[in-house]
């Protein structure tokens, strides 16, 4: 950090001229950037803000708005204070005037009572700024090195937030554009005082910019993400107050390169699989980023012994029905062997397929099937010899049971990712809003519903923003004013728009649910008798409660 104008007073250097400070003493923590010696009345016309002006005051104006102006121009350029010494011009006193629109201004005004030489303080305070400087450039490069290090070992986001709060000594947290908490590190405080409403707090701190200081708050906030896609802020929660003026947060650098450290690691995919089931990997992820051209992904599954051209394409997706798994390798040896599970039924069905892990906890394939073959048939067969190899793994335990999704069938490899993406979605939904009492062996679109459809984007930014659109100013005026707003607008929509019955509902007056119908309306700047603006937000609404699960 740059001295400020009360270290640069407490040197030995200045010291020896007696110095008193007779005007902003409320302002001494103003940092220094430079030292100006100076006699020009106009001196602020060569200033580029953050100096510390020393001068004897000989050819400054006689008048009161002659030295009015003085100060206000160097306060207005930005200087860290003004220093005049007594000798030449002034003895034993300044000009009520001058020493009035310091005050005014705020702007440190200091007296040496006794000559000396300004070159020492000069070199005093350059030498301090240096220091300042080089340290600074330490610092960087401890930086550099501890997270250049974390991202060639693909630390994990805890890891890489507590590398953080350590070396900030703050707490630090890492949210989704949802205002919900990923990972945290209260730094040795009281980790309910830092989590306790945490999503409404974090809504009423709205810094500008990609990072930003809230002074209110005291949080210092930086936005995640990589390749134009924002997923979420680092927040470092530090005290209240305002920074000194024109001053950079001193955790700004540290908390931008921890973000972009995790912005790095979440575009790392590591995995450990067979040689097999890596390149049949290789290629479905190929053909869901448009990594591989329509051509490749043909000529390297016909290499594989999968035929693509000519053939029916139907994207499956596999998950697993079973509780969370902490272990992280355990969980990596179960999506290894379930994976190896669905390439073995594929191969007792005789089904010609693509077979490979998509993510952390699904298995995707890319089933080819002939002119002979119907679909219904193959599908149920393959369906029917997955559950039985998963209960024979389990060995006489409970197995648990797959989630076996299906897209929709297509004629051409240019077409597959929109089956496997179909199926991805078709997957998750059903995985978590399972319809009930279904008696066929697999789902397909029909099955799922809205809500499934939400449900399983609920990681994705484009839908946070557009629930923050949508609800987030109503989100929060609820969280700054206590109020219950987006649950009165939810009863008016689920009641049909009948807002009679929604008063009921709402155990109100009608007149009371009414008013707050007209306040949502004002908030959101919305007209709640459209059609088309309260399926919006009904949609929101639906997206908030599968962002929140």
Not at 71 to 96: H, M
Not at 405 to 425: M, N
Not at 453 to 471: G, P, S, W
Request: proline share 5%; aromatic share 4%; charged share 25%.
């Amino acid at each position: 950090m740059l001295p400020t104008v009360a270290r640069v007073l407490d040197l030995d250097a200045m010291r020896r001229g007696l110095p008193q400070v007779v005007a902003g003493a409320a302002h001494l923590e103003r940092p220094v950037r430079w030292v100006h010696v100076s006699e020009l009345p106009d001196v602020a016309g060569v200033l580029q803000g953050g100096e510390l002006v020393l001068t004897t005051g000989i050819a400054l104006p006689e008048d009161r708005d002659g030295l009015a102006r003085y100060v206000r121009e160097l306060d207005e350029v930005g200087v860290a204070g003004l220093v005049i010494e007594f000798g030449r011009r002034y003895f034993d006193s300044l000009p009520r005037a001058l020493v009035h629109a310091a005050e005014q201004r705020g702007l440190p005004l200091i007296v040496l009572r006794r000559e000396l030489r300004f070159v020492a303080v000069t070199e005093a305070v350059h030498a301090l700024v240096v220091n300042a400087q080089l340290e600074q450039l330490r610092t960087s490069e401890a930086v550099h090195q501890v997270f250049n290090e974390l991202a060639v070992e693909g630390a994990e986001p805890a890891e890489v937030v507590r590398q953080v709060a350590q070396m900030a000594g703050a707490p630090v947290v890492l949210e989704n554009l949802a205002h919900q908490v990923l990972a945290h590190d209260p730094a040795g405080r009281s980790e309910v005082e830092l989590l306790e409403s945490w999503e409404r707090r974090s809504r009423g701190v709205r810094p500008p910019g990609r990072t930003g200081h809230d002074p209110r708050s005291g949080w210092l906030v930086t936005t995640v993400g990589a390749r134009g896609q924002d997923w979420g802020r680092l927040v470092l929660v530090g005290e209240p107050g305002p920074l000194p003026t024109d001053t950079p947060h001193p955790h700004a650098m540290l908390l931008e390169r921890g973000a972009a450290t995790l912005a790095l690691n979440r575009l790392v995919v590591r995995d450990r699989e067979s040689l097999e089931r890596q390149t049949h990997r290789t290629l479905l992820s190929g053909i869901l980023t448009h990594a591989l051209t329509v051509s490749e992904v043909a000529l390297r599954a016909q290499a594989l012994g999968v035929p693509l051209e000519g053939r029916r394409l139907v994207g499956v997706v596999l998950r697993e029905r079973r509780g969370p798994i902490p272990a992280a390798l355990e969980a990596q040896a179960r999506l290894r062997d379930f994976t190896e599970l669905a390439a073995t039924a594929v191969r007792g069905c005789r089904l010609a397929a693509l077979v490979g892990a998509l993510d952390d906890e699904g298995v995707g394939l890319l089933i080819a099937l002939g002119s002979q073959q119907d679909e219904h048939t193959a599908l149920e067969a393959f369906a029917a010899a997955l559950r039985k190899l998963a209960a024979e793994a389990a060995r006489g335990e409970t197995a648990p049971e797959p989630v076996i999704a299906v897209g929709s069938s297509v004629g051409s490899v240019r077409d597959a990712r929109r089956t496997l993406l179909e199926a991805t979605q078709v997957a998750d939904a059903a995985l978590h809003e399972a319809p009930g009492g279904r008696p066929a062996a697999y789902y397909r679109l029909p099955d799922v519903r809205l809500r499934g459809l939400l449900h399983l984007l609920r990681d994705d930014a484009r839908l946070q923003t557009y629930v923050e659109r949508e609800l987030g100013p109503l989100l929060a005026y609820d969280a700054e004013h206590g109020s219950q707003l987006v649950q009165m607008l939810r009863i008016y929509l689920e009641q049909g728009r009948n807002k009679s019955a929604a008063a009921d509902a709402a155990h109100l007056s009608r007149p009371s649910f009414y008013d707050r119908l007209h306040k949502v309306e004002r908030i959101l700047a919305v007209d709640l008798d459209q059609v088309e603006s309260c399926l919006s937000l009904h949609v929101a609404l639906l997206a908030l409660d599968a962002v929140r699960r």
